[in-house]
């Protein structure tokens, strides 16, 4: 079974650029969830997606977007990067919007 | 809206203590709970889960957690800790309606001295 996967592990960007950050779900999983985690905080949700449509939106901006794809892999998009934004960002699938979501190890963008 | 507090932010431990780490949430009706674990520089390791019928859980690693509904709790404890369990623990929500989303407590940084 393969776990849930994302790329790049790292990324180095200054202020006004824009980023894709991709996630390939866990075999079986049609749900995927992003979150962005600051340092020393918790996970915050940005989106998740079921079967290619948004699926529930936390409260960021409409500069991060995203995409799911049929076989549900995802991406998520960041426009005019903001110092702020430096982060780790977290990809998690699931069997449902309410099931256990398994994470991956994260991309940690960070923003000059 | 629905809230989770961790009042600890970080807890030191000896190896082979027992362990607690306290999870209250806010949320209009019983919601789903989990622990999730990470080490540094990775992502989150689901632990345990609690759905409905038993109050207490077990979970991987030798972790359990007991849901009250009266103290709206969901502590995760450990009879001994051993010196790989320092890491981040976090405690989080799914609410029971479709298309709701997880909601992350602070996280506990937990110490483990030899």
């Known amino acids: 079974e393969t776990g849930v996967t994302q790329s790049p592990t790292h990324l180095i960007k200054t202020r006004g650029q824009q980023v894709t950050l991709r996630c390939s779900s866990q075999s079986g999983h049609n749900t995927v969830s992003w979150y962005q985690q600051a340092l020393g905080q918790g996970p915050q949700f940005i989106f998740q997606?079921?079967?290619?449509?948004?699926?529930g939106r936390g409260n960021f901006p409409p500069r991060f977007s995203g995409l799911q794809f049929p076989n549900y892999s995802s991406e998520l998009n960041v426009n005019a990067l903001e110092l702020d934004d430096s982060a780790l960002y977290l990809c998690?699938?699931?069997?449902?919007?309410?099931?256990?979501?398994?994470f991956g190890d994260g991309t940690r963008l960070s923003i000059l | 809206a629905q809230s989770v507090t961790q009042p600890d932010i970080h807890i030191t431990v000896s190896e082979g203590a027992s362990l607690e780490l306290r999870c209250n949430y806010s949320y209009g009706a019983t919601p789903y709970l989990f622990w999730y674990v990470q080490s540094p520089g990775q992502g989150l390791q689901l632990l345990l889960k609690?759905?409905?019928?038993?109050?207490l859980v077990q979970g991987i690693k030798g972790f359990e957690a007991e849901f009250k509904r009266s103290q709206s709790s969901f502590n995760l404890r450990k009879p001994s800790v051993h010196w790989s369990d320092a890491a981040e623990y976090f405690c989080a929500v799914a609410p029971d309606n479709y298309g709701q989303n997880f909601v992350f407590g602070p996280g506990t940084r937990l110490s483990v001295l030899p």
């Open positions: 998690a699938s699931s069997s449902g919007s309410n099931q256990p979501q398994h």
């Open positions: 609690y759905f409905s019928g038993d109050t």
């Open positions: 997606y079921y079967r290619e449509e948004e699926n």
